[in-house]
């Protein structure tokens, strides 16, 4: 395993961390017992960041992650969310996060987390994150409740606009750095290097487009992008490889991300791609693949508030 550091907590982390949003079946049902398996075999192979939500199987993928993690917690970092509970579901308030920390310790069988993020900011007010929301985990993280705090969400602006107004330990962007879309590296990379901010990577597989069984029903991309990645990962498969390690070989080359969330539920995934830490992708099959998303590459899709879409959204 490779470790990087955190921004400037002081934490060193797996370049693969591990995304917990499959053990609530976001991705399809998995079997409580093998998903425990994948974040032991995880912990095994060095995986040492963990990030969950109650959103992810509305709490499940907490409790379950909770479960696993006894007699484990102390050898890994832990990241949670508060704020998103549902598809339609938001409280950002100061109570609302006190109570949902609260709940979010309890579920995960521990008495400190190490990194408590705003999730997907961009479905409220702003102010009520920079004015209420952040403040208010000032107060939590004063009281001993996590160490770090961060947000998340999709659109690169309004993270980086966040981030200048109210310091941040961490920010989390998806679906912005992998095959499909490079946009966080032109959008909010220097600026977080210059703010030291630690920049995770989530969903280097574009949330399961990149892999041969696709992504699942609810996915927010177009069409045209879907059927781009379709393509790309039968090219893959004539180079004797497949869509998932060439997506994980390329979005593991960037120093800049701290650390890289892969969505697991089996051993084997996990197995899989951890293999992948330090092998570089096909040159000849990566080229042709770029070639084939090329027309929908950068590609955003909205989501959140009209007013923190960025450019490039279709739909
Ligand atoms: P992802 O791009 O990591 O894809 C996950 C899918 O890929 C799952 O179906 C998984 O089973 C499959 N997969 C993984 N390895 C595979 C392999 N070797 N072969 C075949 N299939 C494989 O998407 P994700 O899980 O949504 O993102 C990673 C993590 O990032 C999440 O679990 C979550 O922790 C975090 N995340 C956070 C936010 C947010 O805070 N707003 C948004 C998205 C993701």
């Known amino acids: 395993m490779i470790y990087r550091a955190l921004g400037q907590t002081g934490l060193q982390v797996s370049i693969i961390g591990f995304g917990a949003a499959p053990l609530g ?19 095994e192979q060095g995986v040492n960041y963990f990030d969950t ?75 009520l994150i920079i004015d209420e929301a952040l403040p208010a985990l000032e107060r ?25 107004v109210h310091p941040v330990d961490t920010i989390l962007s998806y679906c912005h750095y992998n095959l499909m879309n490079t946009t966080l590296s032109s959008s909010l990379m220097l600026f977080a290097k210059q703010q030291n901010i630690a920049v995770i990577n989530a969903s280097a597989l574009h949330m399961g487009i ?41 979005a593991l080359q960037n120093e800049d991300v701290s650390t890289t969330l892969v969505g697991m539920g089996t051993e084997s995934e996990v197995l899989d791609n951890l293999a992948l830490v330090d092998t570089l992708p096909d040159g000849e099959a990566l080229a042709k693949i770029l070639a084939v998303i090329a027309p929908v590459k950068d590609v955003n899709w909205h989501t959140g508030l009209r007013e923190n879409d960025e450019p490039n959204v279709v739909g």
């Open 140 to 164: 939590l993280r004063e009281q001993g409740k996590f160490r770090y705090i961060g947000i998340t969400g999709y659109p690169l602006p309004l993270l980086r606009e966040v981030g200048s």
């Open 210 to 250: 990149l892999t041969d069984q696709g992504a699942p029903a609810w996915h927010p991309a177009p069409a045209s992008v879907h059927g781009a990645a379709c393509e790309a990962a039968a090219l893959a498969r004539d180079y004797g490889t497949n869509i998932t390690t060439i997506a994980l070989q390329f």
């Open 53 to 127: 939500s109650p959103y992810y199987g509305r709490t499940l993928s907490e409790t379950r992650l909770g479960h696993a993690l006894r007699g484990y917690r102390n050898k890994v970092y832990l990241a949670t969310k508060g704020g998103r509970y549902g598809v339609d579901g938001f409280d950002f308030s100061a109570q609302g996060l006190a109570t949902s920390v609260e709940e979010s310790l309890r579920r995960l069988q521990t008495d400190t987390i190490d990194v408590y993020q705003l999730h997907d900011i961009e479905f409220v007010d702003r102010r």
């Open 25 to 43: 079946n976001e991705y399809g049902v998995i079997n409580p017992t093998v998903g425990e398996r994948a974040v032991h075999a995880a912990i």
